[in-house]
């Protein structure tokens, strides 16, 4: 069975940095990506960004990119996301996601396994 858990968030200052963790389990994601997507308060969920698990080879969306960055500890099945320089519109519920690999990375319906996800607080 499957299991995401992410873990790491909290409440931050604008302009500050978190890191979020999700534990990966269950099976081998060798041929996986793992993504990490967010949803704010009365939005739709969007992507944030991806790594392919085998290669490590990232992807993001634009409102993030130079701001965040993805990295897995192989070994640990245990994918990051290094959040700085945070804004209040950064707010939201944050959730690791799983799929087999193939383009796409910024289709939710592609993801077959999801966390239970982990809240994300910026304040002024």
């Known amino acids: 069975q499957v299991q995401l858990v992410e873990s790491g968030g909290g409440l931050v200052q604008a302009g500050g940095s978190l890191r979020l963790s999700c534990a990966a389990s269950?099976?081998?994601?060798?041929?996986?990506?793992l993504g990490w997507f967010r949803q704010a308060p009365g939005k739709e969920r969007e992507f944030v960004g991806a790594?392919?698990?085998?290669?490590?080879?990232?992807y993001y969306a634009d409102v993030v990119k130079g701001r965040f960055t993805i990295s897995r500890d192989y070994a640990k099945n245990t994918l990051y996301l290094q959040m700085n320089s945070l804004k209040l519109e950064d707010t939201a519920v944050y959730y690791c996601?799983?799929?087999?690999?193939?383009?796409?990375?910024?289709?939710?319906?592609?993801?077959?396994?999801w966390g239970q996800g982990t809240q994300v607080t910026v304040s002024s």
């Open positions: 996601a799983a799929k087999p690999y193939g383009l796409e990375f910024n289709d939710e319906t592609k993801y077959d396994y």
């Open positions: 790594i392919v698990w085998s290669r490590a080879a990232t």
């Open positions: 269950g099976r081998t994601f060798s041929s996986y990506a």
